[in-house]
């Protein structure tokens, strides 16, 4: 099957990206979120990095407005459904990924490909609601998605061959990797990542180091190149805690138990760097430890 349009439902730091990057590689782009705000800030934010792009001299000006005349954006969901591949990279929670498939699915072309971007929902359950769990699949990028080179591909238990390697082409066309996942709780990176910074959270709140020394251990100690905590307000702090919560009834495991300063934070509203605030204050000059 070609793939010639994307739709991508949701644009937060996830759609924005795949927007970005859908459009360089030539798709036509329908992009939508309920909020018109978050449409605005995503076509302003794409500007800005092929900006940025251009002056590095990774893409040239024509490139850069050619793809950005390729993003639509829209709040009306059913636009969407024309598109030969929609991702819906919403916010993770399952029943908002699950009542924009139930709006989409009266709407959506005989051939169009279903895929989540989710962190970790199953994705054999999210594609046993729709009318093609066969043409449904996981498509999971990595933040921030023009920079990074890993797309998980996960198969749900009814995916079929021809869907699979219809998104193989197009994370090749993208000129990034594919790694195949099976479809258990959180796939491969986040059944991973995501208990090293719930751990790296309990660290903080047992007392055993501060914020600044956690995230300097590991930078320095273990050569990463974020501290997990600072890798924790990058990605979402309700991202982090929705996928804790998914590994934690999933596997019904103790030792994915979410911490509970991680839900304190996400209570307080304090989500990371999208609200300006984290295990980092972002309001100023530099970032400034909240602990
Ligand atoms: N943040 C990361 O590092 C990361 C990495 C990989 C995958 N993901 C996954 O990508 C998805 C999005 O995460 P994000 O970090 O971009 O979140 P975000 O909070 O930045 O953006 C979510 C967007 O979804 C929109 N939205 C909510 N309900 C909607 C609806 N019914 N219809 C259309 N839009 C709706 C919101 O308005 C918001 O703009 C999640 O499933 C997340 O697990 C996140």
């Given at each position: 099957?070609?793939?010639?349009?994307?739709?991508?439902?949701g644009?937060?730091?996830?759609?924005?990206?795949?927007?970005?990057?859908?459009?360089?590689?030539?798709?036509?782009?329908?992009?939508?979120?309920?909020?018109?705000?978050?449409?605005?800030?995503?076509?302003?934010?794409?500007?800005?990095?092929?900006?940025?792009?251009?002056?590095?001299?990774?893409?040239?000006?024509?490139?850069?407005?050619?793809?950005?005349?390729?993003?639509?954006?829209?709040?009306?969901?059913?636009?969407?459904?024309?598109?030969?591949?929609?991702?819906?990279?919403?916010?993770?929670?399952?029943?908002?990924?699950?009542?924009?498939?139930?709006?989409?699915?009266?709407?959506?072309?005989?051939?169009?490909?279903?895929?989540?971007?989710?962190?970790?929902?199953?994705?054999?359950?999210?594609?046993?609601?729709?009318?093609r769990?066969?043409?449904?699949?996981?498509?999971?990028?990595?933040?921030?998605?023009?920079?990074?080179?890993?797309?998980?591909?996960?198969?749900?238990i009814?995916?079929?061959?021809?869907?699979?390697?219809?998104?193989?082409?197009?994370?090749?066309?993208?000129?990034?990797?594919?790694?195949?996942?099976?479809?258990?709780?959180?796939?491969?990176?986040?059944?991973?990542?995501?208990?090293?910074?719930?751990?790296?959270?309990?660290?903080?709140?047992?007392?055993?180091?501060?914020?600044?020394?956690?995230?300097?251990?590991?930078?320095?100690?273990?050569?990463?190149?974020?501290?997990?905590?600072?890798?924790?307000?990058?990605?979402?702090?309700?991202?982090?805690?929705?996928?804790?919560?998914?590994?934690?009834?999933?596997?019904?495991d103790?030792?994915?138990?979410?911490?509970?300063?991680?839900?304190?934070?996400?209570?307080?509203?304090?989500?990371?760097?999208?609200?300006?605030r984290?295990f980092?204050?972002?309001?100023?000059?530099?970032?400034?430890?909240?602990?």
């Amino acid at each position: 099957m070609t793939v010639n349009s994307i739709g991508v439902v949701g644009a937060g730091q996830m759609g924005n990206g795949i927007a970005h990057v859908m459009a360089l590689a030539g798709y036509d782009v329908v992009l939508n979120d309920i909020s018109k705000d978050a449409l605005d800030r995503a076509t302003d934010l794409i500007g800005r990095n092929m900006d940025r792009q251009v002056s590095r001299e990774k893409i040239t000006q024509d490139e850069r407005d050619q793809a950005m005349g390729r993003i639509v954006t829209t709040q009306d969901l059913p636009h969407v459904a024309g598109t030969d591949l929609i991702i819906e990279a919403a916010t993770e929670q399952e029943t908002i990924k699950q009542k924009i498939f139930d709006s989409l699915l009266p709407h959506l072309a005989e051939h169009t490909i279903l895929t989540s971007n989710t962190s970790s929902i199953s994705i054999t359950r999210l594609a046993s609601r729709t009318d093609r769990p066969e043409k449904f699949m996981g498509f999971h990028f990595m933040n921030p998605v023009p920079v990074m080179q890993l797309v998980e591909l996960i198969r749900g238990i009814a995916t079929d061959k021809q869907t699979y390697e219809t998104c193989l082409g197009v994370v090749e066309k993208l000129g990034k990797t594919a790694a195949s996942a099976e479809d258990f709780p959180a796939f491969i990176v986040n059944r991973i990542l995501m208990p090293m910074i719930n751990e790296a959270v309990y660290t903080l709140y047992e007392g055993v180091g501060n914020v600044n020394s956690i995230d300097q251990s590991m930078k320095l100690g273990a050569n990463h190149p974020m501290g997990p905590l600072e890798l924790a307000d990058f990605i979402g702090l309700d991202t982090c805690l929705a996928i804790m919560n998914v590994l934690h009834d999933g596997l019904a495991d103790t030792k994915y138990r979410p911490c509970p300063l991680l839900t304190k934070y996400v209570e307080a509203g304090w989500l990371g760097r999208k609200t300006q605030r984290g295990f980092y204050d972002y309001r100023g000059d530099v970032p400034v430890p909240t602990r």
